[in-house]
T-cell receptor, first 111, second 112 residues
């Protein structure tokens, strides 16, 4: 089955700086890669996703890149703000099927 | 609010008791997923439905767990003879066909 690894497990950045979270996946059948943000006591919130026919996608301060050959994908957050503090999860799946999640990155934005 | 809803939000039960959770998906979403999340980990897939048909079950879903979606709308997840290892957040998600999965707030289960 699919295995997703995520790094780093914790990340602290100064407000206004950029944050990068990286994931690798193992199953070449995976073609859909969403990112979720989870705040304390809440369910995961979808923030951006990318499909394997695209190498990069951007939505305001958030961008995701995908390298299919290396089986790597990354989340980039620019101009970080205090409200970006949360746990972020990457996931992978053959589209429309069950998601396999990484172990999460706790992002702390330092004011 | 038209998002995924789950009930109850919190459940405390004694070991050996049965518990049932409910999930109401986003209207018109025909797929419904159950995941389990333990502290410090990402969600793990349990099972999913397309309409009323249960299409896949994880090996994590022991015989004590059963899920239903009788009319293709809401779903229930029952755990029989609860064990302390069942303590976790139980998350429900829904999607339209093979689209994006949107999660509910979860039900936190504590088995004492």
């Amino acid at each position: 089955g699919e295995n997703v690894e995520q790094h780093p497990s914790t990340l602290s950045v100064q407000e206004g700086d950029s944050a990068v979270i990286k994931c690798t996946y193992s199953d070449s059948a995976s073609n859909y890669f969403p990112w979720y943000k989870q705040e304390l006591g809440k369910g995961p919130q979808l923030i951006i996703d990318i499909r394997s026919n695209v190498g990069e996608k951007k939505d305001q301060r958030i961008a995701v890149t995908l390298n299919k050959t290396a089986k790597h994908f990354s989340l980039h957050i620019t101009e970080t703000q205090p409200e970006d503090s949360a746990v972020y999860f990457c996931a992978a799946s053959p589209e429309g099927e069950k998601l396999t999640f990484g172990t999460g990155t706790r992002l702390t934005i330092i004011p | 609010d038209t998002g995924v809803s789950q009930d109850p939000r919190h459940k405390i039960t004694k070991r050996g008791q049965n518990v049932t959770f409910r999930c109401d998906p986003i209207s018109e979403h025909n797929r419904l997923y159950w995941y389990r999340q333990t502290l410090g980990q990402g969600p793990e897939f349990l099972t999913y439905f397309q309409n009323e048909a249960q299409l896949e079950k994880s090996r994590l879903l022991s015989d004590r767990f059963s899920a239903e979606r009788p009319k293709g709308s809401f779903s229930t997840l029952e755990i029989q003879r609860t064990e302390q290892g069942d303590s976790a957040m139980y998350l429900c998600a829904s999607s339209f066909r093979q689209g994006r999965q949107y999660f509910g707030p979860g039900t936190r289960l504590t088995v004492t």
